[in-house]
């Protein structure tokens, strides 16, 4: 082995599930231990890597080699990338692919890409041979601090996004931080929100420590890591308490509800990035928990300040291309949430880091505040 298996400054993330439980590893440059990783986590297996054709031109060399040092045989699967990928054929060609390669039940699927990748090979990892394991290895921001961890993978369907698909952890995430170098300004911003989402839900301090890194954050510097981490702890202790998303798990929605309005209002496409629209759902989950009397006037401009700063959009006229009219809104929110007599659940806020599950807004409430803040 030429490659240590713990490089320095690699932090590690326990998401405790039982027999369902996996390490995190957080770090830069670890992409070069992926092999030694693989090799030691099943000896002898084999490996399928899936990913994108942007991120295959960066690094599927990288990770290739990694393999095959350690003598780890692998075999390729390269998707488009795009949110189109996530889909019933691009799911038939990863699993026939897998199949084709004569990848068994002991072998691993390497998901090497950012959230769309991830969701995609980790169901096809689910349903394949009923059941093959999945190594996460996220390389976009929002994949690092969310969809990576806790097991949610599948595609969309022409009812909805991510409406079919399966829960299925994986047996280890390896987050090399480095990657993230080549990603677009805009998407690892778009990442952000989900970041600053960690600290609003119930982390104070975490917010606070935000506010006067976030230009480390963005430089990759130690902070960046740090933040990473962080996130994976927070999601991987919500995950350990309600894997299945009966109760706590659904704050990790705050800004959600809104803000996939929006993405769909503007038919998910590059108008409007998924954690753009998360900034924006957040600052509205703010705005309208301040119109319920639930939260102070200081601590919604704190908020949308923030967001504002590293310049995520918290107004809907910061959003690009014609504006959804609130009919149009309403009618998507309503699709989104369970609807129980008139009454929608959103996540609100009582102020910053002390998020909470309500189930019974009057959709008339969101309404009038929408239209608001459409103005
Ligand atoms: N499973 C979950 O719990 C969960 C949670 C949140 C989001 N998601 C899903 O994640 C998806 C969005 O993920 P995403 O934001 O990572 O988008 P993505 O996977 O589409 O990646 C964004 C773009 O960046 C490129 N890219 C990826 N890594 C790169 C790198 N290191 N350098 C240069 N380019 C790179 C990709 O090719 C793509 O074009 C959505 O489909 C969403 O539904 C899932
Ligand atoms: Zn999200």
Not at 254 to 276: P, V, W, Y
């Amino acid at each position: 082995m030429t490659v240590p298996l713990h490089t320095p400054g690699e932090m590690i993330v326990r998401v405790d599930l039982a027999e369902r439980s996996y390490d995190i590893v957080i770090g830069r440059d670890l992409l070069s231990s992926l092999g030694p990783r693989v090799a030691a986590l099943r000896a002898g297996a084999a490996a399928a890597i899936v990913t994108d054709a942007t991120v295959a031109g960066h690094y599927l060399a990288a990770a290739e080699d990694s393999l095959a040092q350690a003598g780890v045989r692998a075999v390729r699967v390269v998707v488009p990338p795009g949110e189109a990928t996530k889909s019933w054929s691009a799911l038939e060609r990863v699993c026939d692919a897998l199949l084709a390669a004569n990848i068994e039940r002991r072998d691993l699927v390497i998901a090497l890409g950012g959230g769309v990748v991830g969701d995609l090979a980790g169901f096809a990892a689910a349903i394949t041979r009923r059941g093959l394991d999945v190594v996460q290895v996220p390389t976009t921001l929002l994949a690092q601090v969310d969809s990576s961890v806790g097991g949610k993978t599948g595609i969309n369907s022409a009812f909805g996004k991510n409406l079919v698909g399966a829960f299925h952890q994986p047996v280890a995430v390896v987050a090399d931080t480095a990657l993230l170098d080549t990603l677009a300004p805009r998407e690892f911003r778009a990442g952000y929100a989900e970041v600053v989402k960690y600290g609003l839900i119930n982390d104070a301090g975490f917010f606070a420590w935000l506010e006067s890194n976030a230009g480390d954050i963005f430089a990759g510097g130690p902070a960046r890591d740090h933040a990473i981490a962080v996130s994976c702890r927070a999601k991987a202790a919500i995950v350990a308490r309600d894997e299945r998303e009966t109760g706590e798990r659904q704050l990790l929605n705050l800004g959600h509800t809104f803000g996939h309005a929006f993405e769909a209002a503007a038919g998910f496409s590059d108008r409007l990035l998924h954690g753009e629209a998360v900034g924006l759902g957040i600052a509205l989950a703010f705005g309208f928990s301040q119109r319920l009397g639930l939260v102070a006037a200081a601590e919604v401009e704190r908020v949308t300040a923030h967001l504002g700063t590293v310049g995520l959009p918290v107004r809907p006229s910061e959003v690009r291309g014609r504006p959804p009219s609130i009919d149009e809104l309403m009618a998507l929110i309503g699709q989104d949430k369970k609807v129980k007599r008139g009454k929608l659940t959103f996540i609100l806020a009582r102020g910053i880091g002390k998020s909470f599950v309500a189930s019974d807004i009057d959709a008339n409430e969101v309404r009038a505040f929408l239209t608001e803040s459409l103005d």
